[in-house]
Structures are given as C-alpha cells and as structure tokens.
C-alpha cells in the first residue's frame, strides 16, 4: 500500500468514526459536553499538530550543529594534502 | 612479492593474444601459461575476495580544484585503516582539465587505486552510478560528493558500523547525533529541516537523512537502486532511500558533518523547492 493509500484509509476510519458519533444517526447516545468536544475534534487536532511541527522543526533548527572545527580542519589538510602533492610530483 | 605477480600477469595476457591471433598451436602453450598466471591471481584474488573491498565512486564536473584534495585525503584514511579499496573517477567531460589532473593522480597512486573511467558529457549522477558499478571490483561502493563537502574520515565509520549490523546500506547523516553543517546560513538551515521534517511526517521513512548523498552500499544493492530510481537531483536520493526500504533491506546511519564551501555560489532558490515537493509528492503517491 503507498503512503497516500495508507494516509487516506487512516482518514477515511477517524473521520468515519467521528461522523458517526457526530452526527449520531441513531439518536442520541453521548452527553452534551462530549458532544461538543467531538464536534471540535479535528480542528483541535489540526491545531495541536501545527504547533507540534512548529515546535519540532524551531527545535531542530536551533540544535542544528555548527560544525566549525570541521572546517577549520578540512582547511589545514587542504595545506597539507597541497604541500605533501607537490612532493610527489603533482602540479597544480 | 607484488612486481612477480604483475609481470606474470602481464606476460599470460600477451600469450593470450598471441594465441587468439595464432590459433590452436599458441592455445595450448597459452593454457599453462594463464594456468600459471591465473594460480597466482586466484590465489592472490582470492585473499581478496575473502577480505572486503571498497570502491568509492566519484562523479565530477569541474572539480580540478578539489580532485586533488579529495583523492588526497581517500588513500589517507583508507591507507590509516587499512581496508581494501579503489577510487573510480567519472568525470564527464569537464572544460576546466579535471581529467588531466586525474591522470596525473593516476601517475602517482597507480592505476590500481585511481582507476579513470570519464564520459564525454554531462548525463547525470544516476547514469554516473551504474557506469562506475560496472567498473567497480569491490563487493561494497561509496558515494560521496567530489566538492570536499563530504570528509573521507568518515568512510572508516561507515564500514565499521556496516560490518556492526550487517547493513546493506550505510548513510551518513547530517541531522542526528554529532553530525551537523558548516556554512549555512539560518535560512538555508530552516529551509533543510522544514524540508526533512514534512519529508518525515509524509514518507515515515525510517532514516533521519535522506537527501544527503553520503553513503556505502553493498554493490548489488546499489545496482539494484539505481534500477528502479527514477527521480533526479535531491529527490534521487531520497527515493534510494525509500526504495531500499520497500525491498527491505537494513539501514545503518552515521553521523558526519557536510562543510559546505559552494553555498554562497548557489543559493537554495525557489525552483529547487518546488521541484523538491513535486518530487516529493510523486514518492507519497507512489511508494
């Protein structure tokens, strides 16, 4: 199954699920409070996740290393990797 | 030791010629000799074969000026470690005399070790990668980037963790552990990890990693990657990734850090991120 396909079958089973208590064709069977909060649901959910992935990504941009040492390293043994070329007959 | 084995081969490879050209009489003179040879080869192969052999593919254009550094910096480490290995240079066509400097490369650590195989133009990386496999006599290839952005002392890394867990394939990665990047700016860095996280969030796709093209495959599988791919640029990479998934073979990843010295050159612009998500949206729907 592809990610869409998966993606849109677990669609289909929460909010098939949540029409069905929703709108409750069957007359009415949960208290009024929860029927609000489920009412509320997805946009609650939607809100939680852009605050999840905000979150996660702010995170993850400010441990992000820098890896200065790296570079200064790749430096010198451009110095040295020229110098010990020369040696060995190369020219640049 | 290794002087009697070359002018061995060499001499068995002569007869061989001689034979095919003189028929049945040089044949039987030439099937001692390349018994001979090939004993020595086999026995000498064979140690070989029964060690690991690694063969780093290296797809340049316009790289005269890090060719040198890079090639440099392979036989240090692979010489510190010890392994077995070869670099397999794939130049295409380059107008700035990448491959002369790779001659004389060639002239210094043997053409044993720098093997040259160029193309006479630019036909892109996936291409670049089946070319080098079929010249490749290791059992496991490395993919790196020419431009000195990834560091060759990571590949030791890379085959220790791959001999670890046995894993088909080894990534190195920019976003866990101690890896990281040198030479982005905020921007540049935001626009990576937005990137890597709704690839996370749509893909799932077990690897922290997956535009990065950092990497040790066995060469089967490899072979069989770059078969079924059919992106380009950075979603090329990716798809590997998601593609070695699906025929489920293991993937080991290391940290390693990317010193990137062309950003200022070529800005991450709006094009390339559309065609990322296009990309992207394709591997959703498809995979």
Known sequence: MTKLAEWLLGLALLGGGWAALTFDPLGPSLPEAGRQLLWALPAYLLVAFGCYSLATVGYRLATFNDCQAASEELQAQIREAHGDLARRGFRF | ?287
């Open chain 2, 1 to 287: 030791m290794f002087a009697p084995c070359r002018a061995q081969a060499v001499r068995a490879d002569t007869f061989i010629l001689r034979a095919a050209a003189g028929g049945i009489v040089g044949g039987e003179a030439s099937t001692s000799c390349r018994r001979g040879a090939s004993n020595m080869a086999s026995g000498e192969g064979a140690e070989r074969r029964r060690g690991d052999r690694y063969s780093v593919l290296l797809p340049t254009y316009n790289e005269r000026e890090n060719l040198p550094l890079i090639v440099w910096l392979l036989v240090r480490y692979f010489d510190e470690s010890g392994f077995d290995y070869e670099i397999i240079v794939i130049d295409d066509g380059s107008p700035d005399g990448t491959l002369e400097v790779a001659k004389q490369l060639e002239q210094i650590y043997g053409s044993d070790k720098i093997l040259l195989r160029p193309r006479a133009k630019k036909l892109g990386l996936g291409t670049a990668y089946i070319h080098g496999i079929q010249h490749a006599t290791g059992n496991f290839v490395i993919i790196m980037d020419a431009d000195l952005s990834h560091h060759p002392k990571f590949i030791p890394e890379f085959i220790k963790k791959q001999k670890e867990g046995n894993y088909d394939v080894v990534s190195g990665t920019r976003y866990r552990g101690d890896g990281g990047v040198f030479g982005w700016d905020l921007r540049r860095k935001l626009i990576s990890r937005g990137a890597n996280f709704v690839t996370q969030v749509l893909l799932r796709p077990g690897a922290s990693d997956l535009t990065g093209s950092f990497r040790l495959y066995r060469k089967e599988v490899l072979q069989k990657l770059v078969e079924k791919c059919v992106s380009k640029g950075y979603v090329f990479q990716m798809e590997m990734i998601v593609r070695a998934r699906q025929l489920n073979y293991s993937i080991g990843e290391v940290p390693i850090t990317f010193v990137d010295r062309v950003y200022g050159e070529s800005k991450l612009g709006g094009n390339e991120i559309v065609s990322f998500l296009k990309g992207l949206l394709h591997l959703f729907a498809t995979t």
